[in-house]
């Protein structure tokens, strides 16, 4: 079983900046899975945030936070991050790691943004944002 471990939560201004981490423990290695990035506020349900291809290739956005945040990963260091400039108030939720096991080459693009593909996820790690 896959443990993934999210840090770099915290809470921040309006208008500041954090940057998530996400890496597995033990000796998994994550380089040739996708990775993916929700969010989770009380009382709602869990929406995607950002992805990555395993070869950093093609990176996926939701619409809320493009332009704003950033997923990269740096397989030399089996991590994964997500920066997160220009933080709103709506941001402010659980932030939760989660990898894709399986390449599915053309198909990702169409179910990377839900969560059904995604076989290993994190305890997820607080981000909340003030005004």
């Known amino acids: 079983q896959v443990q993934l471990v999210e840090s770099g939560g915290g809470s921040v201004q309006a208008g500041g900046s954090l940057r998530l981490s996400c890496a597995p423990s033990?000796?998994?290695?994550?380089?040739?899975?996708?990775m993916g990035w929700f969010r989770q506020a009380p009382e709602k349900e869990r929406e995607f945030v950002a992805a990555?291809?395993?070869?950093?290739?093609?990176?996926y956005y939701a619409d809320s936070v493009k332009g704003r945040f950033t997923i990269s990963r740096d397989n030399a260091k089996n991590t994964v991050y997500l920066q997160m400039n220009s933080l709103k108030p709506e941001d402010t939720a659980v932030y939760y790691c989660?990898?894709?096991?399986?390449?599915?080459?053309?198909?990702?693009?169409?179910?990377?943004?839900?969560?059904?593909?995604?076989?290993?996820w994190g305890q997820g790690t607080q981000v909340t944002v003030s005004s």
């Open positions: 990555i291809s395993w070869n950093g290739g093609s990176m």
């Open positions: 989660a990898a894709d096991k399986d390449p599915r080459g053309p198909l990702l693009q169409a179910v990377v943004r839900t969560t059904a593909p995604y076989d290993y």
């Open positions: 033990g000796r998994t290695v994550i380089a040739t899975y996708t």
